[in-house]
């Protein structure tokens, strides 16, 4: 990670973007200890909890990579926008993506104490599996009527 140190939200990105099983010790320079962290399928807090998130990302996909798409920091907050690609292990094959976007909080060190996802997992995410796929898109078809 070449960012600033000075910068949290450019810290932040480089963290995310350059994300492997190799440099996850580094989640303590961007996480506060106590960090709340916060996705469509995990509440937690801490960072042994946060850890814990992405170590079992990396056992259920192969080759999973955010790309930020945009940032935005005003004060002790900031906004970005990402993809999340990722081959799933097995039931899908191909390049999967998942479009989201993410809120952060930093304390006065510039970690990360605060971070909510918001992103739909059943467009992005249970659409795409064989046998409940199908059923969810009839449902999301159903429901526009």
């Known amino acids: 990670m070449n960012a600033s140190m000075d910068d949290p939200l450019a810290r932040l990105v480089a963290f995310y973007e350059h994300l492997s099983i190799d440099n996850l010790a580094q989640l303590g320079a961007v996480y506060a200890p106590d960090a709340h962290f ?4 995990n509440e937690v807090q801490g960072h042994a909890a946060i850890l ?8 259920q996909v192969d080759a999973p990579r ?7 920091g005003q004060g002790t907050q900031a906004f970005l926008t990402w993809e999340f ?3 799933m292990k097995r039931l899908v ?6 479009r989201g976007a993410t809120h952060v909080r930093f304390d006065a060190q510039g970690r990360v104490v605060l971070h909510r996802d918001y992103w739909d997992a059943a467009e992005e995410l249970y659409e795409k599996l064989p046998l409940l796929g199908g059923f969810m898109r009839l449902l999301r ?3 526009q009527r």
């Open 38 to 41: 916060k996705d469509p399928f």
């Open 141 to 143: 078809r159903a429901s």
């Open 66 to 72: 955010f790309d930020v798409l945009e940032s935005l």
């Open 52 to 59: 814990a998130i992405f170590e079992h990302m990396f056992v």
């Open 93 to 98: 094959s191909g390049e999967q993506c998942i």
């Open 85 to 87: 690609r990722f081959r």
